[in-house]
């Protein structure tokens, strides 16, 4: 097993920044194609943004492109999410979650997730 674990959640006054971390056990980061998503009560889990093994590549969201940005540290096995601008229609639960092989935008095509933080943008 491999455990994800998100930090950074917490409230933010709209037009704020925030900055997610993924901590990774078990097995290093390199190892695992990563992805954010994020979920609101009664709507489904949606892709955020992912980055590959290497972290040469990456894509986002349309919704979040320009302002959500990722990273990642191989070496201190953790992925990063800083969003900047933010609204209140980011609010959501933020997951991090792992991907054996090649990277994906598509939720079901990952391995492991974490138990996720709550992101608050308030008006």
């Known amino acids: 097993q491999v455990q994800r674990v998100e930090s950074g959640g917490g409230l933010v006054q709209a037009g704020g920044a925030r900055r997610l971390a993924c901590a990774a056990s078990?097995?290093?980061?390199?190892?695992?194609?990563m992805g954010w998503f994020r979920q609101t009560p009664g709507k489904e889990r949606e892709f955020v943004a992912l980055?590959?093994?290497?972290?040469?590549?990456?894509v986002s969201a349309d919704s979040v492109k320009g302002r959500f940005t990722i990273s990642r540290d191989n070496a201190r096995n953790t992925v990063h999410l800083p969003m900047n601008s933010l609204t209140p229609e980011a609010t959501a639960v933020y997951y991090c979650?792992?991907?054996?092989?090649?990277?994906?935008?598509?939720?079901?095509?990952?391995?492991?997730w974490g138990q996720g933080t709550q992101v608050t943008v308030s008006s």
């Open positions: 980055i590959s093994r290497s972290g040469t590549s990456t």
């Open positions: 979650a792992a991907r054996r092989s090649g990277y994906s935008t598509v939720r079901g095509d990952y391995d492991y």
């Open positions: 078990g097995r290093t980061a390199r190892a695992f194609a």
